[in-house]
């Protein structure tokens, strides 16, 4: 019974971290995409002080 509740819960630790890492691409992508768009965002200003984010 030992080895069994063990498979199961490495099989859920697995599961969980997958499901983890796969949400933690989709916040990199949107982070990503925020940061090209305030490239596009800034304007042609050349005063440095318009951006919309403290990069």
Do not use: E
């Not at 099989?11 to 949107?30: M, Q, R, S, T």
């Amino acid at each position: 019974m030992g080895p069994l509740l063990l498979v199961l819960l490495l099989a859920l630790i697995l599961f969980g971290a997958g499901f983890a890492l796969k949400i933690l691409w989709w916040v990199a992508v949107v982070v990503l995409v925020v940061w090209l768009l305030g490239f596009v965002m800034r304007g042609t200003h050349s005063g440095g002080r318009n951006r919309w984010y403290r990069w």
